[in-house]
């Protein structure tokens, strides 16, 4: 299938649930599948990924403990994580050595703080955008905390100008070289959650650098969503979760990246017996000898069911051409998408709010969206402000969407975020979801 042809989804493998299955109540189509925009915040599940979680549980069946190094299905249990980082590598580029699959976002996180954010009375403080995913800044806080500093100081946040939702990259650049020698690390998300901003992270990650500072990313939102060259943009470290745009499943297993120019340096680390060189692992040594480069964070032995379910959700990933095609589908959706919701009645541009809705809380139902229109600074996801703010109407709305089979999702107070993914989301989605939109607001007023 052609990543041109929008009217069918570009890969088959995906199973997106029933309009029955989420109680869209209103809708006459039961049967059909639902009007998922919501592959942000939890991917469905691939056809290839339910197939190999079955394998797993085959595996355990059959073998037990000696699935650890005769499988079923090819995939011992103490090397079940290759394939996937040669496929992870290939979508953060990165060499397979930069990457390691393991743990959970947050927890990589602070595993990467650990052993790059090395406070000195200088340099010890955290650049990242304001209203970053709370589990980010909560685990800024603490790491700051833990090594004795105030975060109200340690921390700095960089805000939008007045009346603005974006970061300017201006702004960002300007503050980075004005604080950087007072910041050890440079933290932000490589796609912003709650705007869908795609930060520039190559010249984000340059300033930095130029700073003396280290740079990292939170690529929760960009993986899988946007290209990223973590190794050629010259990246300390970046972590992301797989669970949004590369479909592994609720909870799935996470990743991490560390540039091969850290491989000889003596850094902090939490060691595991899974960092361990295999070769000896099993001789069990008393003395940890880290794999080289990533790999060497491992801890725990990785859960199978949800590594198989990765690989599964990569693999179909990989068939459809990788990021290339993807992307190219992508921005035409988002920018069918766009285009349907700035026809409404209800749009309001950005540019228009403040005079439209004076007293910023009170005025007509409508809604504006505060994702850049720039496609080089977005993904997949459109973020939707509803008007007047602190009212009631994305609440109204995003009711009536569910009820017609439109799953996003909110962000309280008033925001509905929708994102079409291009592995399996159709023009047909997107006029669904604009043609709800335009009935729910019908609905109240
Ligand atoms: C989704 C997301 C998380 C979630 O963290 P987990 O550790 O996977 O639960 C954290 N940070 C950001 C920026 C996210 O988008």
């Not at 199973?15 to 998922?36: E, G, R």
């Not at 499988?71 to 249990?77: A, E, I, N, T, V």
Request: charged fraction near 20%.
């Amino acid at each position: 299938m052609s990543q041109h042809d929008l009217t069918v989804p570009l890969s088959s493998e995906f199973i997106l649930p029933t309009n029955a299955d989420v109680h869209a109540s209103n809708h006459d189509k039961p049967n059909d599948p639902c009007t998922y925009l919501c592959g942000n915040s939890l991917g469905p599940i691939s056809k290839v990924s339910e197939r190999l979680v079955q394998e797993e549980l085959h595996a355990w069946r059959t073998r037990a403990v000696e699935g650890h190094f005769d499988h079923p299905f090819g995939r011992p249990w103490t090397k079940i994580t290759d394939p996937v980082h040669t496929l992870m590598a290939e979508v953060v580029g990165a060499k397979e050595q930069e990457v390691a699959c393991m743990g959970t976002l947050t927890a990589n996180l602070h595993l990467m703080m650990t052993s790059f954010y090395n406070p000195t009375s200088e340099r010890y403080k955290i650049l990242c955008e304001a209203k970053a995913f709370p589990s980010d800044q909560y685990a800024f806080a603490s790491q700051v905390m833990s090594h004795g500093y105030d975060p109200k100081d340690a921390v700095i946040e960089v805000s939008p100008r007045e009346g603005e939702y974006a970061l300017r990259e201006e702004d960002i650049l300007e503050i980075i070289a004005k604080e950087g020698p007072s910041i050890a690390v440079v933290l932000f998300s490589g796609v912003q959650y709650y705007t869908g901003q795609w930060f520039p992270m190559e010249s984000i990650t340059r300033k930095a650098k130029e700073q003396g500072c280290i740079c990292g990313w939170d690529l929760a939102h960009a993986v899988g969503n946007v290209p990223i060259s973590l190794h050629d943009w010259d990246v300390d470290f970046a972590v992301w979760c797989t669970y949004k745009y590369l479909n592994s499943g609720p909870g799935g297993i996470a990743g991490l990246f560390m540039h091969e120019k850290w491989n000889d340096k003596q850094l902090i680390k939490q060691a595991g017996w899974w960092g361990h060189h295999l070769s000896t692992r099993f001789a069990m040594p008393p003395t940890f000898e880290p794999i080289r480069g990533a790999q060497g964070f491992q801890q725990s032995n990785p859960s199978a069911l949800t590594v198989a379910a990765l690989l599964g959700s990569l693999q179909v990933y990989k068939a459809a051409g990788m990021m290339g095609p993807l992307r190219e589908r992508s921005l035409k959706l988002t920018a069918a998408l766009e285009k349907l919701l700035h026809q409404s009645k209800y749009y309001v541009p950005l540019r228009d709010v403040k005079e439209k809705y004076p007293a910023g809380n009170s005025g007509p139902p409508g809604f504006t969206i505060i994702t850049p229109e720039d496609p080089n600074s977005r993904g997949a996801q459109l973020s939707l402000l509803f008007l007047p703010t602190g009212s009631e109407v994305m609440r109204q709305v995003f009711k009536s969407l569910n009820g017609n089979g439109v799953i996003g999702d909110k962000r309280e107070p008033d925001v509905i975020r929708l994102a079409p993914a291009p592995l399996y989301s159709t023009i047909k989605q997107c006029e669904d979801a604009a043609y709800y939109m335009e009935k729910a607001f019908a609905e109240i007023v």
